[in-house]
């Protein structure tokens, strides 16, 4: 009788142990508590917008908080460096960048490899950038007259950008080797200042996103000669592209993207790149991302991972030989 019942009370104390060890990995599934995502420059920019309304859409999905944090410095390497470093369990995030992931780690000695120490969750897209010109340069009506310019006075035009080693700059290098003049790289700290100046005349040309200089063009204060756009923009049909000027490489735009500490899980990565890719489909984010000249990007996990290594195999090299380096 005794060891019947001490047997009924073992197997209940058995069920009851499994139970408990079965709780723990049920309450784990993803995600069971915030998430945090790493905007990895100052608020106020468009990396931190985009990571706000990326985030808004995600907690909406999910039930769950996903906040932003951010972590400036470095030109974007502390943020990515944290995220770099984190668990990769799915809570945290990063909002990367083509500087972040590409250029820093070329014209620098980053903490972490672009590649290696990140896994590439989605790619959400970004502007194209513009050569535009100022009051000082009032006689150029075109990229052919800007060339032409440029080629018989080498070195006498100066070209801002929000900084060394931006997608502005390597676009300036670049179209310098397409075309062979010779300009002079001013590097700002920011695209605001850039403007600023441009716009004043204190320098004549500007190598920035068609969302810094739209408001400004519109005023008639700017002349946008081209853009790095796939097709000309919506709200300025009137500007060319570099391709339709027979340059096709100065195709290119600053991109963003969401990426993640290296390993982490698959089921994570595709239910994250699924929402993702969702909630950039969504009719308010792509009216709110419009004037921006934003060009939106629809890949999967795989094809993200492929299109930052091309990214990487494309604008290192130009970084590399560039005035950035600085290691």
């Known amino acids: 009788m005794k060891s019947g019942f001490f047997s009924v009370i073992a197997f209940m104390l058995a069920a009851l142990a499994g139970a408990l060890a079965s709780a723990p990995a049920q309450a784990q599934a993803w995600p069971s508590r915030p998430v945090k995502f790493v905007a990895p420059y100052t608020p106020g920019g468009s990396t931190d917008n985009l990571s706000r309304l990326l985030a808004q859409k995600l907690s ?67 502007p194209a950038t513009t050569l535009s010109v100022g009051p000082g340069l009032a006689e150029v009506k075109d990229l052919k007259s800007f060339i032409a310019l440029a080629k018989s006075k080498p070195n006498a035009i100066g070209y801002g950008t929000p900084g060394n080693g931006t997608h502005g700059h390597l676009v300036g290098e670049l179209l310098k080797r397409l075309t062979g003049i010779e300009i002079s790289h001013v590097p700002y700290k920011g695209g605001m200042p850039a403007v600023t100046d441009l716009v004043a005349g204190h320098v004549p040309a500007g190598v920035l996103t068609v969302a810094s200089v739209g408001p400004h063009v519109r005023a008639g204060k700017l002349r946008t000669l081209a853009s790095t756009a796939a097709k000309r923009v919506a709200d300025f049909p009137e500007v060319p592209t570099f391709a339709e000027l027979g340059y096709p490489e100065l195709t290119s735009i600053t991109w963003f993207g969401v990426a993640a500490p290296a390993g982490l899980p698959a089921a994570v990565v595709e239910s994250l790149n699924q929402e993702i890719r969702k909630a950039m489909q969504a009719a308010d984010v792509r009216e709110r991302l419009r004037p921006e000249g934003f060009e939106f990007i629809d890949l999967d996990a795989a094809q993200t991972l492929e299109y930052v290594r091309a990214e990487t195999r494309r604008w290192q090299p130009i970084a590399k030989a560039s005035s950035a380096r600085n290691d």
């Open 60 to 126: 909406a999905v999910y039930k769950q908080s996903v906040i932003v944090e951010n972590r400036p410095g470095a030109g974007g390497v502390v943020g990515s460096d944290f995220v770099a470093k984190s668990a990769p369990d799915g809570y945290t995030l990063l909002l990367s960048t083509l500087a972040t992931q590409v250029i820093a780690p070329a014209i620098q000695k980053t903490p972490y490899d672009g590649l290696r120490d990140f896994t590439y969750v989605a790619m959400l897209g970004g």
